[in-house]
């Protein structure tokens, strides 16, 4: 697992990595892995909906997993949101994993702000 309490910009609408997980060891051939991961974010200015997104790896390329659904904000543009992924896959003849949390603004003009957050990923 890997958290964060300082800070982390979420550049206007730019796809972002909060946090990562770092590599994961890898038991055995065959693995079923599970991620959780969570943030609070201060939206940016003119922010309507933010989509939140685990990865495969330490970049916003990283194989996607899951669904990446936007969630449109609850409160005005500038408030704190609680944003939470959870991805599940089976990995086949790799020694490490590693996982990242990414957010997307839409429709910002200003910058987000990530205020704390955390990854967890299970492997069996």
């Not at 697992?1 to 990595?17: M, R």
């Not at 957010?103 to 003009?109: G, I, N, R």
Request: charged share 10%.
């Amino acid at each position: 697992f890997t958290v964060f309490t300082a800070d982390g910009t979420l550049t206007t609408t730019s796809e972002t990595v909060i946090v990562s997980s770092g590599p994961v060891t890898v038991p055995r051939n065959d693995a079923n892995v599970c991620i959780f991961a969570t943030t609070q974010l201060t939206t940016g200015a003119a922010t309507t909906a933010v989509t939140p997104r685990i990865r495969r790896g330490t970049t916003s390329s990283g194989t996607a997993l899951g669904e990446a659904n936007a969630i449109t904000i609850g409160a005005a543009a500038g408030s704190n949101e609680q944003y939470v992924a959870l991805a599940c896959e089976d990995r086949t003849a790799v020694a490490t994993v590693e996982y990242s949390l990414t957010l997307t603004q839409a429709s910002a003009t200003g910058n987000g702000t990530a205020l704390q957050g955390g990854i967890l990923v299970l492997v069996r």
